[in-house]
């Protein structure tokens, strides 16, 4: 059975890409049926219509209320009856409605060693920390705030004279491989969770 993963972006989207490079390889396991977004004109979108992939766009701002927003974009994420769903670079938490439907095959990455540096400034604040290592994590998605069980995390080093755009490139470069991997064994082998343990393989 081919997974089916919906990828959630809100930005350049090269972790869309390596998955969308990744699932061209039919051994792989997956298969990217459709990306969706919470804004328009970027550039992970023009990557997903250069695919050939249905895309869907739901902005926050055309809709009453922020559950009203969850609410359809549930609905709009469900339509590609998605095995899988990624965020990959997406900027919005997910609500109550979207994590109902789909907790527990929702997963995130973040560029950084979690719990270390939540939310949406990874790279930037472990830079201004002065930590020496930093790196990614996929997670599990749940209600708090990048406090999901962890799937996969990857080490990165923190050079003196590091950037923020440096530092988060080079994150970035480790992201991709470890979001590949891991959920390409997500695809191949299954995982479950078991309170903050993600293990691999059938139960
Ligand atoms: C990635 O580094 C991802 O971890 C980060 O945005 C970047 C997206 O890059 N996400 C967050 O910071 C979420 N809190 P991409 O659009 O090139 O894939």
């Known amino acids: 059975m081919t997974l089916r993963l919906v990828v959630l972006v809100s930005g350049s989207g090269t972790n869309l890409q390596a998955l969308l490079d990744a699932c061209a390889d039919p051994a792989y396991g997956a ?11 970027i550039l992970a979108l023009e990557r997903a219509e250069r695919a050939g ?44 409605t979207f994590l109902a439907r789909f907790g527990g095959r929702y997963v995130n990455t973040h560029p950084a060693l979690l719990p270390s540096f939540p939310g949406m400034h990874g790279a930037r604040d472990a830079l201004a920390y002065g930590v020496k290592v930093t790196g990614c994590t996929l997670f599990v998605v749940d ?3 990048d406090t999901g069980a962890i799937m996969a995390q990857r080490a990165v080093e923190v050079a003196d004279d590091d950037t923020v755009e440096a530092l988060h490139e080079r994150i970035k470069t480790a ?9 390409g064994r997500a695809a191949r082998d299954g995982f479950t969770v078991e309170g903050r343990r993600v293990r691999f393989g059938q139960p």
């Open 53 to 96: 992939l249905p895309t869907y766009v739901l902005r926050v701002k055309d809709y009453a209320t922020r559950a009203d927003w969850d609410a359809a974009f549930t609905q709009a994420t469900a339509r590609h009856e998605p095995d899988l769903v990624v965020s990959a670079g997406f900027m919005k938490l997910a609500g109550e």
């Open 143 to 145: 209600a708090g705030v």
């Open 175 to 183: 992201e991709r491989a470890m979001l590949v991997e891991t959920v």
């Open 31 to 41: 298969e990217v049926v459709a990306v969706g977004a919470d804004r328009d004109g």
